[in-house]
């Protein structure tokens, strides 16, 4: 399930929503070094240039983004969906919250999860965190509280499909 050249969860696409994998809001995603950090970088798949999360424009469909994702030229690492004003999904990234070899979650994301009801909820592409995805709305677009952010727009969340 984890690449051994990234340590980088290959996604699943199946287990990906239908409610959102039939959005346009589709980018696919490389790890690339900044600052010397890893960081994953979001790309338009029929240019392959890097896409914006505010620029619907340079976003795709769920189907032209796998197609890339499995071409081996340029490379990709996975799919991201895009928030937006223009729909009704927010994403909560808890980040840290999950210990990759044994799964167990920690107490302060555990108290969240009981909290969230109809979401998507899948382990981020390292395996160290949670995203959940449901209905809402964000004010401003989004928020960040130490490992715990919430966005509604101008933001993507690199998907996996790696179901909790």
């Known amino acids: 399930m984890i690449g051994e050249a990234t340590g980088v969860i ?26 010397g950090r890893l ?22 469909t769920f189907e032209h983004a796998i197609e890339a994702y499995e071409r081996p030229e340029p490379h990709y690492h996975g799919l991201g969906y895009c928030f937006c004003s223009g729909d009704r999904f927010v994403g909560l990234d808890l980040d ?15 108290k969240i999860l009981l909290r969230v009801h109809e ?6 592409p390292r395996g160290l965190g949670l995203h959940v995805i449901m209905e809402g709305t964000v004010p401003g677009g ?5 490992p715990i952010e919430l966005y509604s727009q101008s933001r993507f969340f690199c998907m996996t499909g790696a179901l909790l």
Do not use: Y
């Open 96 to 110: 840290g919250c999950r210990n990759p070899d044994s799964g167990a979650i920690e107490s302060w994301a555990q």
């Open 10 to 35: 290959a996604p699943i696409f199946e287990n990906i929503p239908e409610v959102l994998t039939k959005r346009r809001q589709w980018v696919t995603w490389r790890l690339e070094e900044r600052d």
């Open 39 to 60: 960081t994953k970088i979001p790309f338009t798949p029929e240019s392959g240039r890097r896409a914006s999360v505010s620029d619907l424009m340079t976003w795709t």
């Open 142 to 146: 989004g928020m960040r509280r130490g």
């Open 119 to 124: 979401a998507h909820i899948e382990i981020s």
